[in-house]
């Protein structure tokens, strides 16, 4: 469950990187023909291409709308984790995955109101994934046996195939339903994967009800159950992993 839901942290984020290609209106495309031009928006028809909504957005504009996700996403990369820790993981990742996929859902509505209001929303994304990360480190601690976390943190670098993934697939659907299904797609996975983790994952195995005795009794004696105290190793660990993210 956390390698899928760091995969659709980079799929909530790179899913504009594609679609904003087919979001706005090419002013050198002889081609186009302009239905209708209303104060920033074009509905513009190509003979090769369905019929979708674009806009009139230039390139500052463009750059703006691509990078304000990490206006967001750099607020809560420290805190984040700190909040996991007081408030519990599972609520922290959970929610935050959540209510980004609700915005991530709402794009395409708010790039139909204005161009301000996209802005809005990539920066509300950016703070709310920003947090995922860094939440997920108590958690780990937790439930991760010291010689089994070597392996946890290698599976959690490959959620960059989240990116990978969404690329081709958010293509395939541009292509056919237009750049609005990218965000519905994206979003809507997000949404029932926020469920499936709810339903499945716990912050402590003392709260888990449907792991073996064996199991918790194993978890509970070989690590710490209560590590909201080491605020020293929390921050290295939080600082360590900023500076070792990755943008883009």
């Not at 009800?209 to 509970?220: A, D, G, T, V």
Request: charged share 15%; hydrophobic share 50%.
């Amino acid at each position: 469950m956390v390698l899928l839901g760091f995969m659709l942290n980079y799929a909530l984020r790179v899913n504009l990187t594609i679609a904003i290609v087919e979001m706005l209106y090419d002013v050198n495309d002889n081609q186009t023909a302009i239905l209708n031009v209303t104060d920033s928006l074009n509905v513009t028809e190509h003979p090769e291409h369905i019929e979708q909504t674009r806009y009139h957005w230039d390139t500052k504009q463009k750059n703006l709308l691509l990078g304000c996700f990490f206006w967001g996403y750099v607020l809560t990369e420290l805190p984040g984790g700190r909040l996991a820790e007081i408030v519990g993981a599972r609520r922290v990742f959970g929610y935050s995955t959540l209510l980004a996929s609700v915005l991530t859902l709402l794009t395409p509505s708010a790039a139909a109101i204005g161009f301000g209001w996209a802005v809005a929303v990539r920066v509300l994304l950016g703070f709310l994934l920003g947090a995922t990360w860094p939440a997920i480190l108590p958690m780990a601690s937790k439930w991760i046996p010291p010689n089994d976390r070597s392996k946890f943190m290698s599976n959690m670098m490959a959620s960059s195939l989240g990116a990978a993934i969404t690329m081709p697939i958010c293509g395939f659907l541009i292509a056919h339903f237009g750049w609005e299904s990218a965000f519905y797609f994206t979003g809507l996975i997000g949404a029932m994967w926020s469920v499936a983790w709810f339903a499945v994952v716990y912050d402590t195995p003392a709260d888990h009800p449907r792991i073996s005795e064996e199991e918790k009794n194993y978890l509970m004696e070989v690590l710490p159950q209560d590590n909201t105290k080491k605020k020293g190793v929390s921050t290295y660990i939080y600082i360590y992993h900023f500076k070792n993210q990755k943008f883009f």
